[in-house]
């Protein structure tokens, strides 16, 4: 009997506790730092095909007589695992360049610590650029 008191007055209390948690949710405002990373993160997770492998489900390596095959030759629809993890690691050093590249900005009365991080974060923005390219051109010109 006390407990199905207890069950009558949480089932109608259940609304407010509801109307609560949607206020709560509709006046919540996530700090900026936190919509910038999850934002990069998903664009990095689609842009390195991260839906093509949750999808596929690719296998990660191709056994060979010689080896292992990594990258999927001939082919730019077919890939494999290795493949879009590489280019997803590469597409997150170009950002982390880029942000040291946009961070120099902020040391314009230290120039030689603005010069340092400008230079670091272009070398890495071209590490990451050569290695897509080179990749690419493994996928392509294999043989």
């Known amino acids: 009997m006390v407990r199905m008191r207890r069950m009558r ?31 990069i993160v998903l664009s990095i997770i689609l842009l390195g095909g991260g ?17 292992f095959l990594v990258f999927y030759p001939y082919d730019l629809s077919e890939q494999f695992l290795n493949e879009s993890i590489t280019v997803m690691v590469l597409y997150f050093i170009g950002v982390v360049g880029f942000l040291l590249m946009y961070q120099s900005t902020q040391y314009a009365y230290r120039p030689r610590q603005a010069f340092i991080l400008l230079l670091i974060g272009g070398t890495l923005v071209a ?8 990749s690419l051109g493994l996928k392509i010109y294999s043989s």
């Open 127 to 134: 590490l990451a650029y050569l290695g897509c390219e080179y």
């Open 51 to 67: 839906v093509y492998d949750i999808l596929e489900g690719p296998i990660a390596l191709l056994p060979q007589t010689s080896g």
């Open 9 to 39: 007055r949480w089932f109608s209390s259940f609304p407010f506790y509801m109307r609560k948690a949607y206020q709560k949710m509709m006046t919540m405002k996530p700090s900026l730092l936190l919509i910038a990373v999850i934002t």
